[in-house]
């Protein structure tokens, strides 16, 4: 079993649609979420970090943490074409060399 | 404009010939690392480096090797490429003892197909 699962996609949704992106994990020793978007042929931008557990919002997007359950969550309002991209959430612990572990990204589709 | 560079950005080789992917930072970052990405697996760890002349092995270092001489630039080298390399390759740094908007700030990345 993988230490992150994240649903592969594809995810299609109409433009001005909310869109919610989700990972669960299993290494309760993780305290540090992020987000990121890859564009393709692009490398990975970090769109959101979160440390813990709770909500942080940017804009449109709110990433939530529930470290009790074990699951993340980006969350994406009045979604637009540009943010067609894959989402990939990632984590790591306090030590192990800053290692991220990725989750296997979303693949996102916000039609006109 | 601060950014992580590499080169080559494509690259097609023949097994057994030696290869080098370079990647320079200019945010006089301590930490730096390679990944790989492959699909349905994600993004993993070959190597990383915490400082200059300080490396260690991530999740799949078996054909790769690495080196920091320097703080900017962080190659990696494969000697002895094989099929099972084919892969896309991304180079990340980042700050040490900082977190936040400082986490890893990834390259433009490196397909590289071996035949």
């Known amino acids: 079993q993988k230490e992150v699962e994240q649903d592969p996609g594809p995810l299609s949704v109409p433009e001005g649609a909310i869109v919610s992106l989700n990972c669960t994990y299993s290494?309760?020793?993780?305290?540090?979420f992020m987000w990121y978007r890859q564009y393709s042929r692009k490398g990975p931008e970090l769109l959101m970090y979160t440390y813990s557990s709770g909500n942080k919002e940017d804009g449109r997007f709110t990433a939530q943490v529930d470290k009790s359950s074990k699951y993340i969550s980006l969350f994406i309002r009045d979604s637009q074409p540009s943010d067609s991209a894959t989402y990939l959430c990632?984590?790591?612990?306090?030590?192990?060399?800053?290692?991220?572990?990725f989750g296997t990204g979303t693949q996102l589709k916000v039609e006109l | 404009e601060a950014q992580v560079t590499q080169n080559p950005r494509y690259l097609i080789t023949v097994t057994g010939k030696k290869l080098t992917v370079t990647c320079s930072q200019n945010m006089n970052h301590e930490y730096m690392s390679w990944y790989r990405q492959d699909p349905g697996l994600g993004l993993r760890q070959i190597y990383y480096?915490?400082?200059?002349?300080?490396?260690d092995k991530g999740d799949v270092p078996e054909g790769y090797k690495v080196s920091r001489k320097e703080k900017r630039n962080f190659p990696l080298i494969l000697e002895s490429p094989s099929p099972n390399q084919t892969s896309l390759y991304f180079c990340?740094?980042?700050?040490?003892?900082?977190?936040?908007?400082?986490?890893?700030?990834f390259g433009p990345g490196t397909r590289l197909t071996v035949l």
């Open positions: 990632a984590m790591r612990g306090t030590g192990g060399g800053n290692k991220l572990t």
């Open positions: 480096s915490m400082n200059v002349e300080v490396t």
């Open positions: 990340a740094s980042r700050e040490v003892g900082t977190s936040g908007k400082n986490e890893q700030f």
């Open positions: 290494n309760s020793a993780f305290q540090y």
